[in-house]
């Protein structure tokens, strides 16, 4: 089913709750994460959200960010057509706090006379939306593809169910409407016309009980590129023999750019770590490239990676479950097809 075709409001990186004003609506977006933000597009939409009427106007989009008035990345916002952005500061928030992050968009959201509050669907922005559904006592619409307001004033909704091996058409009758968007589900899209970006400061009113869980990003998880943003994810299975056998899956990622992934069967077998699953009960990827090499493709692996562009599967099985996902296939053995790539990579970087 072609997701694209059935979009008829697509959501960018930051917010979309802007093209509802086709209905006479107001909506505005609200956004998260200052330090995720600085580092471009694609990592912006961790803990980003959007709310809906604001002082921009019929149609205006309003961006938050959880720092100082300096952290907001107003040239990125003005290329996506944001003309009002939020600096949340508050001597109290020294980290990701799922529950004042909530509050403080909860009461944004109110003084806006918001439409919708709209939030990319990771873990942050997922976290992030429950409090905020928890908090006002609306409901939460999870992982959407699109969503349009009506005249009536309710919102039809395309979303993401069964880890995105199928399409949900539902109507949320919510104001404001709490929306998660699929990640990586539709391209961004910029601005005709960049906007000129206008930043306020908002100190939320917080309560004790809200900075009771608060956390902060380790360094070994700021370092490098993360499984989750990945555009290149080398993934192995039981096929690859043991944990001495992924000295060539981490060669081959480190040439392509990318990072090792692995199926559950692998960190049950203590191999790797299981912060390198990639699947249902691990960590859901949608890179541009999953090489997928030894994985048989059970229905709790593929859950996790379906939203890869494309996938390449490297398996002695031609039966193998995960070939009939594959855009490509390669019958053979990891040991023999892998070192062969490797070096035809290096000796076509060595003559260039």
């Keep these: ?36 933000a600085s580092g471009g597009a694609a990592q912006a939409g961790d803990g980003l959200t959007g709310v809906a009427g604001a002082p921009a106007g019929p149609g205006g989009v309003v961006a938050v960010v959880f720092g100082g008035a300096a952290s907001v990345p107003v040239a990125e916002l003005s290329s996506y057509g944001v003309q009002d952005a939020y600096a949340v500061e508050s001597a109290e928030l020294n980290g990701y706090a799922p529950q004042a992050w909530a509050r403080a968009l909860a009461g944004l959201a109110a003084e806006l006379s918001a439409t919708a509050v709209v939030a990319a669907g990771t873990d942050h922005g997922s976290e992030v939306m429950a409090h905020v559904g928890a908090i006002t006592g609306l409901p939460l619409a999870a992982n959407c593809v699109s969503a349009e307001r009506t005249a009536e004033g309710t919102f039809e909704l395309v979303r993401h169910r069964w880890a995105g091996s199928l399409l949900e058409d539902a109507v949320l009758d919510a104001r404001p409407a709490l929306l998660t968007v699929a990640v990586d589900a539709v391209a961004a899209a910029a601005a005709e016309q960049p906007a000129a970006v206008s930043v306020h400061a908002y100190r939320p009113a917080l309560e004790e009980a809200d900075l009771r869980v608060s956390a902060t990003e380790s360094a070994e998880r700021s370092a490098g590129v993360s499984l989750a943003t990945a555009r290149v994810v080398v993934g192995g299975g039981r096929g690859v023999g043991g944990p001495d056998g992924f000295g060539v899956l981490e060669e081959l990622a480190g040439l392509l750019g990318g990072v090792v992934g692995v199926s559950r069967v692998v960190t049950s077998e203590g191999w790797r770590p299981h912060k390198q699953q990639v699947g249902q009960t691990g960590t859901r990827i949608s890179p541009e490239l999953y090489l997928a090499c030894g994985i048989s493709g059970a229905i709790q692996h593929m859950a996790g990676c379906l939203s890869a562009k494309h996938i390449v599967a490297v398996n002695t099985d031609p039966d193998a479950p995960i070939i009939s996902h594959a855009d490509y296939a390669v019958i053979g053995d990891l040991n023999q097809v892998l070192p062969a790539l490797v070096a035809a990579i290096r000796a076509r970087e060595g003559s260039s």
């Design 1 to 36: 089913m072609d997701q694209k075709a059935r979009s008829s409001v697509p959501f960018g990186p930051f917010m979309a709750a802007g093209e509802a004003d086709r209905h006479d609506a107001a909506p505005s977006a609200v956004a998260g994460d200052a330090g995720e």
